[in-house]
């Protein structure tokens, strides 16, 4: 994972894209992956915003843990006085009128000349979070593209959304290097790295050693396994058999088998999973 060039040239652009807009907006709406709340947080973005006034959105909450839904809350929201969190499911709408409510709030404490003018966000985040699903939602039409791969919004645009409020949208944002390889391992699981550029059956194999150690009932009951081995590949081996992912020879076929389970991790059908807890 150390290997790859996370922080090609248009991600440098979006950096200065945000830090040059960032006078001109009220507010930033960050969002993040529930399921990896610290890993999809970029530092970058901490260090632009500063003081500025965030609302930070646990996009596809609906595929984390409850429990750790609301411990991340929380524990986001104890780090600023500034900062507010909302659980949300950016695909599906809700949590949207949540987030108005909090937007709205914030343009009524303006004073000044800055209630006088329209009240504007930013959306912010490293790629395929769900920041253009977001937007959709919040303008009530399909205004921003989006897709399950990184990469998709490719410039700035300002977006008017109900009631006068406006939008700027912004390209995903990574950062240089990882400090700790456990957040890109995360962010290649969740999908924010393409899978092109991964070796697939072996993420597979570190994500089922990872839901052994954290959600061994639902790894279990997902591919029919008796029990867990200790070995990780073994248990992947077993997932193979039980999903009927065999070559010729009766070899394992583990291209088929990672994409499987990554995908399946991907869309919740394995449960709902947070790989990641506050300190």
Same mark, same amino acid.
């Given at each position: 994972?150390? +290997? =790859? ?21 009220? #507010?930033?709406? @960050?969002?993040?992956?529930?399921? $990896? ?5 970029? &530092? ?17 909450? *609906? ?7 609301? #411990? ?20 599906? /709408?809700? /949590?949207?009128? +949540? ?9 009524? @404490?303006?004073?000044?000349?800055? #209630? ?6 930013? $959306? ?19 205004? #921003? ?5 990184? /990469? ?10 109900? /009631?006068?409020?406006?939008?700027? *949208? ?10 700790? &390889? ?12 393409? *899978? ?20 061994? @009932? ?27 992912? =065999?070559? &010729?020879?009766?070899? =394992? *076929?583990? @291209?088929? =088998? ?19 807890? &506050?300190?």
């Amino acid at each position: 994972m150390n +290997n =790859i060039n996370w922080y090609p040239g248009h991600m440098k652009k979006t950096r200065e894209l945000i830090r040059d807009n960032l006078k001109m907006v009220d #507010a930033v709406v @960050e969002v993040i992956d529930a399921r $990896i709340p610290r890993s999809s947080r970029n &530092p970058i973005i901490d260090e632009l915003v500063n003081r500025k006034p965030r609302v930070i959105v646990l996009n596809k909450s *609906d595929l984390a843990s409850e429990e750790a839904n609301r #411990a991340w809350e929380k524990h986001l929201e104890s780090d600023s006085d500034n900062v507010r969190t909302i659980s949300m499911n950016c695909l599906s /709408g809700s /949590g949207v009128k +949540n987030l108005f409510g909090v937007l709205n709030k914030m343009a009524a @404490e303006r004073t000044g000349n800055a #209630a006088m003018k329209p009240f504007r966000i930013m $959306i912010v985040g490293v790629p395929n979070v769900g920041k253009s699903s977001l937007i959709n939602r919040m303008t009530g039409h399909k205004s #921003a593209k989006t897709g399950d791969r990184p /990469g998709v919004t490719k410039g700035k645009q300002w977006l008017t959304l109900p /009631g006068g409020m406006q939008l700027l *949208d912004t390209p995903g944002i990574l950062w240089p290097k990882f400090e700790d &390889p456990k957040a890109g391992e995360n962010l290649a699981y969740c999908g924010s790295i393409k *899978d092109e550029i991964l070796d697939v059956p072996t993420m597979a194999m570190k994500l089922t050693e990872l839901l052994a150690e954290q959600y061994p @009932e639902l790894l279990q009951e997902r591919y029919k396994l008796e029990e867990l081995m200790e070995n990780p590949l073994e248990n992947l081996d077993n997932m193979a058999i039980k999903r009927g992912c =065999i070559l &010729p020879g009766k070899r =394992i *076929d583990y @291209e088929r =088998i990672g994409r499987l389970v990554l995908d399946e991790f991907r869309s919740g059908k394995i449960g709902r999973i947070t790989l990641e807890m &506050p300190d």
